[in-house]
């Protein structure tokens, strides 16, 4: 008689407990047990059985899950299997799902396995019953023929159960506007009309937040040292390039600027010495402002030249508001009135509100976050090693991507309705953005390098961001090579069919991206598989985290005082100097009720919940190998590492860049 150990564990989500049997089939290479009943199961509980047969099985390769409903279906969630055979040797089978009477779960061991070591016919068959299965339930569909395509779901409901958030992130994700601005006291600021008659009055919204940078966004929103730094270390920091040469329509000359630069110096001698840098919001030209509530809405694409100073500082020193320089396309400077260049500030800065939430945050983190998880569901068996290290970047993802095609960029969305930019615009923007796409730029270190931003001082961002895309890096070369020779690498064909699917699902075979076309080599891998955990991780958290401290999200700091942010601009770009005043101002700001709607999303995109995991925390054991368990170890002590440096740095500065502290970056886009 061959006797078996077996613990099954129940989740700890809601009603995560059945009143179904459970029956348990352990299969071998040899044959397989009788089904056994192990009863009903509580939530957040284990049961432990014994499985006897009279001879072996076999080498145990798979458990096999069902439940039996007696009166009616009850829904049950599964953790994990552990089996202890006849010699002691205690095997992990993960599960992680929601099983039903019509779902069962054939359940493998979670020994991480390539293609061709699988040599077993069952294990193989379950292999590709596997990769069937879920391109089943995972199915792709087209949003715009020219952005990354999306999940097939037309709604939550229509995903797996166990990839949509958690009762806990359900009940504290409340997509509703009233709930934000309850919870930000917005509902007790009362205005007689709907447009502002001075910036006072918006002093006036009382906002229940205790985020120290927005109450220093409030304080330095017109400063000029303050604009560059937001282009470093704000909620974009990847639109600036260094600028040897300027475009030839942006006529800036020496004498315009000569009072920004140092006695003696030049616009050319700056240039050289790599002290120039240009933010080119090029890809908005042409595009038309958005109607709301009847009132056409007005947007720029500038140019905008900044000169980093022999203090450090990162100064605007010219601004032209439109692509086409002429006559009524000024050049403007911070020696004209103080009204006409902070103007020309407010279009720069809502040209940033586009970049910053449509091309940096939509597109290259959430869109090609949809992309990698869809690519790894589909094409990856749940025993790829390459599953196992990507799943725990993956969670949630597809869940708040269809929340934000509802509710963000819909035709009855926020952009839609709220914004410049507009629904038809937007589709605009992000197909430009999307044709722009690199590879490189997804790299941190060749995209720093493309940007000719080495050395510029007091980039915390590049600082912080090369630290983690190390760490990352060194993580992904320690446990990738313990499954993959060179020969694996180009000869796996579930790699190869992943690879594939993001190639032409995410960068739609965009022949100018740059994204390899297969894998030659280890090293390859390593830094493909580095840039996918850093964008969904890393990156994700330095463009959103800037939207709150610990925890700091970068768009609630700085986008959550309107002026600094502007969803939209009310009045057309000036078209000559001397005309603008206060009231101009004022009257180009977006109006109360779209104030009060932008400061409860941008609190909302920017809400934790508790149901989240910091990078480098995994709360499915999906490895029992002891190499990658390790390398998990390495990788927290490294982050653990990172931490430290940045508390003590950001104890010497006057603004704390927090939004690349590991205990800020979420694994995944979660929110």
């Avoid at 197909?431 to 941190?444: E, G, K, P, V």
């Avoid at 720093?448 to 600082?463: A, C, S």
């Amino acid at each position: 008689m061959t006797k078996y150990t077996v613990e099954v564990f129940t989740g700890d989500a809601l009603a995560a407990g059945t009143a179904n049997m459970v029956i348990i089939t352990l299969i071998g290479t040899k044959g397989s047990s009788e089904p056994q009943n192990i009863g009903r199961f509580a939530g957040n509980h284990s049961k432990t059985v014994t499985v006897s047969w009279e001879k072996s099985f076999g080498k145990l390769l798979l458990v096999q899950l069902e439940l039996k409903a007696l009166v009616f279906e009850d829904y049950w969630f599964c953790f994990k299997v552990t089996v202890t055979d006849p010699k002691g040797h205690q095997l992990l089978f993960p599960c992680y799902q929601w099983l039903s009477p019509k779902k069962k779960a054939v359940l493998r061991e979670a020994t991480a396995m390539l293609w061709y070591k699988d040599t077993e016919e069952i294990a193989n068959r379950h292999r590709q019953e596997d990769i069937t299965k879920k391109s089943q339930d995972f199915k792709w569909s087209v949003y715009d023929p020219e952005m990354p395509h999306i999940v097939q779901a037309d709604s939550v409901s229509s995903l797996p159960y166990e990839i949509r958030f958690s009762f806990t992130k359900e009940k504290e994700f409340k997509y509703t506007l009233l709930r934000a601005s309850v919870e930000l006291q917005l509902n007790n600021f009362h205005h007689p009309s709907n447009t502002w008659n001075s910036i006072q009055e918006l002093e006036d919204i009382r906002m229940n937040t205790n985020s120290k940078t927005y109450e220093y966004v409030k304080k330095h929103w017109r400063s000029d040292a303050f604009f560059g730094y937001q282009c470093l270390n704000g909620m974009n920091p990847m639109k600036i390039n260094r600028c040897s040469k300027l475009p030839k329509n942006f006529p800036v000359t020496s004498a315009m600027v000569r009072p920004s630069l140092p006695e003696k110096s030049s616009l050319e001698n700056e240039m050289e010495k790599g002290n120039i840098f240009l933010c080119d919001y090029a890809q908005l030209d042409g595009i038309q402002g958005n109607l709301i509530d009847g009132e056409q809405q007005y947007m720029a694409a500038p140019l905008c030249l900044f000169f980093s100073n022999p203090e450090g500082k990162l100064l605007p020193i010219a601004i032209q508001l439109k692509q086409k320089p002429g006559v009524d396309n000024p050049i403007f400077l911070p020696t004209d009135s103080q009204h006409d260049w902070l103007l020309a500030k407010l279009f720069v800065r809502n040209a940033e509100f586009n970049e910053h939430e449509l091309n940096f945050h939509l597109l290259r983190t959430h869109l090609l976050a949809e992309v990698f998880t869809m690519a790894t569901l589909r094409t990856l068996p749940s025993v790829h090693p390459l599953f196992k290290l990507l799943f725990p970047h993956i969670r949630y993802t597809l869940q708040i991507n269809i929340l934000a095609r509802k509710l963000l960029i819909s035709a009855d969305g926020d952009f839609a309705e709220h914004s410049a930019i507009g629904h038809k615009g937007l589709l605009t923007f992000l197909r430009r953005a999307n044709a722009s796409l690199t590879y490189s730029s997804l790299c941190l270190p060749d995209n720093i390098r493309e940007r000719g931003l080495e050395n510029i001082p007091h980039y915390y961002y590049r600082d912080d961001g090369l630290r983690l895309w190390d760490i990352i890096h060194k993580y992904v070369d320690r446990v990738v090579p313990h499954y993959y020779t060179e020969h694996d690498v180009h000869k796996d064909p579930e790699l190869q069919a992943w690879l594939d699917e993001i190639i032409e699902h995410g960068f739609l075979r965009n022949d100018k991206s740059g994204i390899p076309e297969s894998f030659q080599t280890v090293a390859e891998l390593v830094k493909f598989i580095a840039m996918v955990i850093f964008t969904v991780s890393a990156q994700h958290s330095a463009v959103n985290s800037g939207q709150v401290t610990l925890y700091h999200f970068a768009k609630f700091d700085f986008g959550a005082w309107m002026p600094n942010f502007p969803s939209t601009m009310r009045i057309p770009p000036p078209t000559k100097k001397g005309d603008t005043t206060e009231k101009t101002v004022i009257r180009a700001l977006p109006d109360v009720k779209g104030t009060l709607k932008s400061i409860a999303v941008v609190h909302l995109l920017t809400k934790k919940s508790t149901d989240n995991y910091p990078l480098g925390y995994f709360p499915e054991e999906l490895f029992s190998d002891a190499v990658p368990l390790q390398k998990m170890k390495q990788f927290r002590e490294d982050l653990k590492a990172l931490e430290d440096d940045i508390e003590a740095r950001n104890k010497n500065l006057e603004l704390p860049y927090d939004y690349l502290h590991p205990k800020n970056v979420d694994n995944s886009v979660d929110l």
